[in-house]
């Protein structure tokens, strides 16, 4: 028995994670000088460490087929992580999805 249709799925609603809050909103974000959520945790955490918990949580919009055509992500990043070599939990919110 093959998962690759459910772990295909699994990627396309982490591709919309993502986007966040969309181009416009990322763009304001960068225009105002600030990193994105994502941005800040991988600058804190050690490369490579962080692990996202929950990406795929957020409010989905389907089609009349019921299809997912959308997922705005939870504004909410969280994950485990080493910092300086220390387990950690980081978090933080999303101001583009606001």
Do not use: C
Not at 6 to 14: I, K, M, S, T, Y
Not at 18 to 46: C, F, N, P
């Amino acid at each position: 028995m093959s998962w690759q249709k459910e772990l295909d799925e699994l990627a396309r609603r982490a591709a919309f994670a993502e986007a966040l809050g969309g181009e416009d909103k990322i763009r304001r974000q960068k225009d105002a000088g600030k990193l994105t959520i994502r941005e800040r945790v991988l600058a804190l955490a050690d490369p490579g460490s962080f692990h996202e918990i929950g990406q795929i949580a957020g409010m989905a919009r389907y089609d009349e087929n019921g299809e997912l055509v959308h997922l705005m992500p939870s504004n909410y990043v969280f994950g485990r992580a080493t910092l300086d070599g220390r387990r950690v939990i980081i978090g933080g919110d999303d101001f583009t999805v606001r």
